[in-house]
């Protein structure tokens, strides 16, 4: 895991400007499986500014429910059977090349331009620009259609704004520091609407509360109150009626109980649980997450433990009490 920024940030954005503006063939625009705001609202903003410059961008994936409203109909590829001859993958937002949904990876050697902001990143790809100290991958593309010279417009900011909204909490994450003001600023000057996008992600259906009830029923508190956690599995979502796309925001509303400094939702699908974090203060979600052999940020991070729920949490436990014991809080 390397946390430090990319130095040659700048050159190598124009470098990738370069790179796509030269590109004759198809440019797949792609990122991470279970794509959330950050990642579909980069393939689209992204998408759009290569478009106006009439490239060939191809944006593939396929939206969850609550991010049904970004993409317009027809718009994305859910995925592609084949590659196009002499085609260019961009891949955001994706902490690992086997994790880019809808491409087939492993039909070529496709050439692939590497765009994001986990830390874990193994910099994959003929140019790597990985830059953890930025809180979304929608910033980054931001500034990559800046060096491309395409002026934004309000349908290339709204999916951007969309990134940075989504993985900054709301901007109330540690995250959300003055970049991410400044861009959120610049992409509502372009047309972006607050509302609209706020809107868009809030809404709560019938059904999704009744799962909140559900799951809100099986929280724990750990290690002296300081970690809280729920659970959710298959017979839950069959009895509220939901799928496990709608589990997504849970987490984040576990992250405000009081006196904790995290919080974890166990998604338990019987033979394997994913296990997905939130962290306050200086505790590193990441940390516990990597030692879990998955991956994130400091402030949000999410592994995959096989096994079932028990070896989970024991797992989970037994790396959150060395997490909270290394910055004191224990
Ligand atoms: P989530 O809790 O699913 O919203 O994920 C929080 C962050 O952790 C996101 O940036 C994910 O990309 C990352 N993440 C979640 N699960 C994994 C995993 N198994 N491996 C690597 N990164 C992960
Ligand atoms: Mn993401
Ligand atoms: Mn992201």
């Known amino acids: 895991m390397n946390n430090a920024s990319d130095p040659q940030y700048a050159d190598k954005l124009a470098q990738i400007a370069l790179r796509l503006k030269s590109h004759a063939g198809s440019i797949i625009v792609a990122a991470h499986e279970d794509p959330d705001g950050d990642a579909l609202g980069s393939v689209l903003g992204l998408t759009r500014a290569l478009q106006s410059l009439g490239l060939d961008a191809v944006p593939v994936g396929v939206p969850p429910k609550y991010l049904e409203y970004l993409p317009q109909v027809g718009e994305l590829t859910s995925s592609l059977e084949v590659l196009p001859e002499g085609a260019l993958l961009v891949a955001l937002d994706s902490a690992e090349v086997t994790r880019v949904i809808g491409v087939p990876m492993d039909q070529t050697g496709i050439p692939i331009i590497n765009i994001d902001h986990h830390g874990s990143n193994p910099r994959f790809g003929e140019i790597a620009l990985v830059s953890p100290d930025k809180a979304a991958t929608a910033i ?168 079932n729920l028990e070896e989970a949490k024991r797992l989970l436990l037994q790396q959150a009490q060395l997490e909270l014991t290394r910055v004191g809080a224990l």
């Open 140 to 307: 980054m593309v931001k500034d990559l259609i800046a060096a491309l010279g395409v002026k934004l417009t309000a349908e290339i900011a709204a999916p951007l704004l969309t990134g940075v909204i989504t993985d900054t909490g709301f901007f109330r994450n540690s995250n959300a520091n003055g970049e991410v003001l400044r861009s959120a600023a610049d992409l509502v000057e372009a047309g972006a609407s607050m509302v609209a996008i706020n809107e868009a992600l809030g809404i709560t259906t019938r059904n999704s509360f009744k799962l909140q009830s559900e799951v809100y029923a099986t929280i724990a508190y750990d290690l002296g109150g300081k970690v809280i956690s729920a659970f959710v599995n298959d017979a839950i979502l069959e009895r509220v009626g939901c799928t496990w796309e709608e589990v997504e925001s849970l987490v984040s509303h576990l992250r405000s109980a009081e006196g904790t400094l995290l919080a974890v939702l166990y998604k338990d699908y019987g033979d394997k649980v994913k296990v997905s974090m939130r962290s306050k203060a200086s505790v590193s979600a990441q940390n516990i997450a990597v030692a879990l052999g998955g991956g994130g940020h400091v402030p949000a991070a999410g592994a995959t433990v096989q096994g």
